[in-house]
């Protein structure tokens, strides 16, 4: 495959698993999916669906009792274009920690305590800058610390460079953290639940710097987020999570216009909207989210599901069906043969 | 900074006051004093003239006016570098305590170096090898050694020198070399003894660092910030020595408050046990026989140590946490 043809990572069959006191558990269930270069892919779902190990599985950042059991992520954005397979590196190794930051860079959700307390902001982007780029001295890194400040729109970045991070806003945090994630010029970035710990304003100032950037650098993104008004705003395609499964997949619109599988849609009537009738009631969905250990047979989202058809729904994992083009969602409601219910 | 030290010097003057005065009121409680327990003893050893002698002997030795003014006189005369005498072996008191501070400083410098030497580097690579064989079972040593009271090693120690060696190593000099002066061969003597105290010491010491040390290290390591370093490509070894380690610092350097006080007041017990020409196996017996100028002397030294150890201890902790420092 060429250049232009291929994604600039994909990920086939994950599988990332948690040895526990309880029994494995499986918090990422066999996914896949791609990013197109300079594209931005939104990671939808509730809480516990297995947002947060799918990101740092493709940083190769699960750490025992955890471990990456199955499946393939493969990274086609190095330079000379040579495919680098994530999943055959040893977490450890070398190897793999060059990739981390420099091709693909990471953006967390709590801005306070995702610093080291102890060190200036500066110097905690020009040791990832030393950590990447040989030869690069001290001084050359400040000033790009400085340049990277400044590009993340930060007032007075030559005095902000020498603050510690208890001496900045939430917003002003989380600006630092995308200065220093984006500072060695990753391809990728994956930007997990970054602004759910500010408040709305700053929220929306953060999701047009980081569109802007995006613009500007030209990266791809993978935005994790629970927010489906952040997922259409910031992603031009979204994958839909549930218990480690992917349910549905396709470009934004599509999905959250046109909801195929009840998971989703259940998720779009439970979000409050400004221009619904005030008499319309809020559905929130029924049931709790089962724990991973308790994993239901069949469809995962069968035991909550208003569609539940009991002898189908609860007996065989169905395979993602296409509900248009590009648009797919793992529900027997779907499936071209399926003999719709008599009305 | 510099006037923060100032400040916390200055406030540490009318808290000595208070030690002092505290604590020599604390010597005078007991009903008994120096010279009763002298009579009594003499007492019983037949010596009846020793009764008809006591108001003389209080006299003598000032125990006869009242408390208020006794330490008005012992509080100037301490402050003009006159401790007083020991009531046991008429001494002056600084002369006992500088002729045992080398024991003391060389037994426990020793002790603290070993304990906190080893025990930091093995309670960082306990922690970094989290459930590992090496973590295993140094989790197990540190739990034994925190279990045991140091006296207790020491003794076990004593015996199993004695059974391989029949060596008896009480004291920390062969009788030949005890006032002997200190040529290569003392100090080889020196050591052949020392080791038992310092082991003994040391072990408990470095169970309860290596363990805090551990405790520490895992609980930084769970920290959101670690993911964020090792999601920038940071080395492992950074990760951990630039920026874990330097976090789980912070209650080391809260312990290091009290490793001053520690040098010439831990291990009292096992000083006596072994019989070592230490300052606190003397303050144990001066506080036991009321002998109070040289008990109160080394409870003085004890609570400056403690002001000047939290003092140098507050300081690194600036030193170290930002968040402190600006506070
Ligand atoms: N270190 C771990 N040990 C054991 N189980 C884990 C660990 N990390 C994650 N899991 C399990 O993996 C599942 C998915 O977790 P994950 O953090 O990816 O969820 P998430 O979608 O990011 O949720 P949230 O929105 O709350 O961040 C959880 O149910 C959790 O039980
Ligand atoms: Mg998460």
Redesign the pocket.
């Known amino acids: 495959m060429s250049v232009e043809t291929t994604p600039l990572i994909s990920v086939e069959g994950l599988v990332t698993e ?1 040895r ?1 006191e309880g029994g494995l ?1 499986r ?1 990422v269930n066999g996914i896949d999916f791609t990013i197109p270069r300079g594209g931005t892919l939104a990671v939808l ?1 509730e ?8 990101g740092l599985s493709l940083l190769n950042l699960i750490r025992p ?2 471990a990456i059991a199955g499946g393939r992520i493969t990274y086609y954005g190095m330079e000379g274009g040579k495919p680098v397979e994530i999943t055959s590196l040893p977490p450890t190794s070398e190897a793999m920690r060059k990739l981390r930051g420099s091709e693909i860079g990471m953006i967390f959700q709590e801005p306070m305590t995702s610093f080291d307390p102890l060190y200036t902001v500066g110097e905690q982007i020009i040791e990832t800058l030393m950590a990447h780029k040989r030869g690069l001295s001290r001084a050359a890194a400040r000033a790009q610390a400085i340049e990277m400040l400044a590009k993340v729109r930060l007032p007075s970045p030559e005095i902000l460079v020498d603050r510690y991070p208890h001496q900045l806003s939430g917003g002003m945090r989380q600006r630092v953290m995308i200065a220093m994630a984006l500072s060695c010029g990753p391809k990728l970035l994956i930007a997990e ?1 970054p602004t759910t710990a500010l408040d709305v304003t700053t929220e929306s100032q953060i999701l047009d710097l980081l569109q802007n950037l995006q613009q500007e650098l030209g990266m791809a993104v993978m935005f994790i987020t ?1 927010d489906l008004a952040v997922a259409s705003e910031m992603a031009d395609e979204v994958v839909v999570m549930y218990l480690g499964y992917v349910v549905e997949r396709g470009p934004v619109e599509d999905v959250l216009n046109n909801p195929s599988h009840p998971y989703t849609q259940a998720l779009l009537e439970s979000v409050p909207r400004l221009d619904a009738d005030s008499k319309e009631r809020l559905r929130t969905i029924e049931g709790m989210v089962p ?2 250990d308790q994993m239901p047979r069949g469809c995962p989202f069968h035991t909550r599901c208003r569609h539940f058809m009991p002898g189908i729904c609860d007996t065989a994992l169905p395979p993602l069906y296409a509900a248009g083009p590009d648009h797919e969602a793992r529900c027997v409601l779907v499936a071209p043969d399926f003999a719709k219910e008599p009305a | 900074m510099l006037a923060y030290i100032g400040k916390r010097l200055v406030i540490m003057l009318p808290t000595l006051l208070l030690i002092m005065a505290v604590g020599f009121f604390i010597m005078q409680l007991p009903a008994q004093d120096y010279v009763s327990q002298y009579v009594a003893r003499q007492g019983q050893m037949g010596n009846t003239t020793a009764m008809l002698q006591e108001e003389l002997l209080r006299q003598q030795l000032g125990l006869d006016k009242p408390p208020i003014e006794r330490f008005f006189y012992w509080f100037f005369d301490f402050l003009r570098g006159d401790w007083g005498t020991s009531f046991v072996d008429s001494r002056p008191v600084t002369t006992i305590i500088l002729e045992r501070l080398p024991a003391t400083l060389a037994i426990s410098s020793l002790a603290f170096l070993v304990s906190w030497g080893v025990g930091i580097p093995l309670g960082v690579y306990s922690a970094t090898h989290q459930y590992k064989t090496g973590d295993v079972a140094l989790t197990t040593l540190a739990f034994i050694g925190i279990g045991l009271p140091d006296f207790l090693v020491a003794m076990f120690f004593l015996v199993a020198a004695f059974l391989a060696s029949g060596q008896v190593l009480l004291g920390l000099n062969s009788p030949e070399f005890v006032n002997a002066p200190w040529t290569l061969a003392r100090i080889l003597d020196f050591f052949s003894y020392a080791w038992l105290s310092v082991t003994a010491v040391a072990f408990t010491g470095m169970a309860l660092i290596m363990r805090v040390t551990r405790n520490n290290m895992l609980e930084e390591l769970g920290k959101p910030y670690v993911l964020t370093l090792r999601a920038k490509g940071l080395p492992e070894r950074v990760v951990i020595w630039k920026h874990v380690f330097r976090n789980a610092l912070h209650p080391l350097v809260t312990m290091f408050g009290q490793v001053l006080a520690f040098l010439i007041n831990g291990f009292a017990i096992t000083s006596a046990v072994l019989n070592l020409p230490t300052i606190q196996s003397v303050y144990l017996s001066a506080t036991f026989q009321q002998d109070i100028f040289l008990a109160g002397a080394i409870l003085i030294l004890i609570a400056v140590t403690v002001m000047v150890g939290n003092l140098i201890s507050d300081v690194m902790l600036a030193w170290l946490d930002p968040r402190v420092r600006y506070d």
């Open positions: 948690f526990t558990v918090a779902g809480s516990g669906c297995g947002k947060s190990v799918t009792p955890g639940e629970h724990t991973p």
